[in-house]
């Protein structure tokens, strides 16, 4: 009961609405976690999220908790758009939940709650994270003497470049 009342009272002093997402850091700032505010079903707030081993389903209100703690909220990103919007966005998500399963790269948190709020399937954070994967590849590749560290040089350059450019046209479709 005490989760619950906590989670109402950030949700009423937040003035949270459905398609919200709650942004939290975590990993020493490096990462950040993202979950979705769905409404309320009956009494119970209604949280979502991409998790890894899990893929999209409900975060149950004593987990939101226990999360919260970990990883503390920084930013909540409001829903932009007319209620008719909103009202897709939720559909979205709670349609996610039987389509989406995790993947650090090309399915994760971020990617969801994008789904979510605007409809584009991106990441930036796994974005950044392929750029950073196609400069050390092609750091591997040029400054190495070995071939087959030159080799996984390239490797990796090719797939952080492929990743790469998959967000960059999915934010913009």
Known sequence: MTYHYSISAFIQAYNLQPGDVLIA???????????VYLGHNGIHPVFVANMRGTGVRYVPVNELVTLAKEYPVEKIRRFIGSAIARAQAVQR???AMSLQAYHL???????FANYVQTGKLYSSQSHNAA?????????????????AVQFGGIVLLLLGGVVAIREEENAKH
């Open 25 to 35: 850091r975590k990993n020493q700032g490096i990462f950040q976690h993202f979950v």
């Open 93 to 95: 998500a709670v349609k």
């Open 105 to 111: 790269l090309t399915s994760n948190c971020e990617h």
């Open 131 to 147: 750029l950073g994967m196609a400069t050390a590849g092609a750091t591997m590749a040029l400054t190495s003497d070995n071939s």
